[in-house]
């Protein structure tokens, strides 16, 4: 197993919004987490990317575990994530918002005036122009490198979310995790998220994906855990979740 949770609660106040969960990531795979809302699955997340400490239980990566480290060190340590919120920085521009996900992984020694000197590139320090160089890879990856220059707050939605995901994939995971990076996009723009997810997996970067939408999820992910009320009620491949009789009551419903 990549990443694992055992028996991972998290409680606020009355609510338990994750209950005794055990959440398993195999290495190589996309995995999603589904359920209805307020089901517990960004908490989950929030648990496994150091944004915020189980109340009871586990996270172990790669056999390690890593429970309650803080989430610059867990990204140090290969997991990367996006939020379900676009969090970008709009004043900057697309290629700038990827080399700060770059910054994080090669360390911070020129934060701040690497920034200012991006937008001429023949002035910068040779270190600068490899962080900048390998920001393009990642756009051109994504195919937004056109687009390097604009303002990140100028860019289609779609565009917005992808970039997100280039950030992301700038501080090299082993692990990454999306927190609905479908929610909000046109048909066009989900069909292209799914190409990029799986190529993403194909480069061997293991993939968690929280996702409504299930056309998407059924059609990329290798597994699927359930999460209903802050439990666990079922895991296994989409073919299986499809047809489970609890996941049909609880959330995808008989069409
Ligand atoms: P959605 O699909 O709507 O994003 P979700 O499955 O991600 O939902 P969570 O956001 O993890 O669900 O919420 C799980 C439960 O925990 C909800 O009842 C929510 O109100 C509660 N909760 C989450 N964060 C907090 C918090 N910081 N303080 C109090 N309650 C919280």
Known sequence: MLLETEKLSRVYGG????????????????????GPNGAGKTTLFNNMTGLDTPTNGKVLFEGKDI???KANEICRLGIARTFQNIRLFKEMSVVENVMIGRHFKVGDKNKGRFLQSVKSYFFMK??????????????????????RNEDAKA???????ELEIARAMATEPKL?????PAAGMNPQETEHLMEMISRIRSLGVS??????????????????????FGNKI??????????????????LGSE
């Open 67 to 69: 429970t309650g480290k």
């Open 207 to 228: 993939v968690v994906l929280i996702e409504h939408d299930m056309k998407l999820v059924m059609n990329i992910c290798d597994e699927i855990t359930v999460l209903n």
């Open 176 to 180: 990454l995790f999306l927190d609905e």
């Open 126 to 147: 040779n270190e600068e122009k490899t962080i900048y160089n390998k920001a393009l890879e990642y756009l051109d990856f994504f195919g937004l490198a056109d687009l």
């Open 234 to 251: 079922a895991s296994g491949t989409p073919n299986a979740i499809k047809h489970d009789p609890v996941v049909i009551e609880a959330y």
């Open 15 to 34: 609510v338990v919004a994750v209950n005794e969960v055990d959440f398993r990531v195999q290495e190589g795979l996309i995995t999603g987490l589904i």
């Open 155 to 161: 860019l289609p939605y779609g565009h917005q979310r």
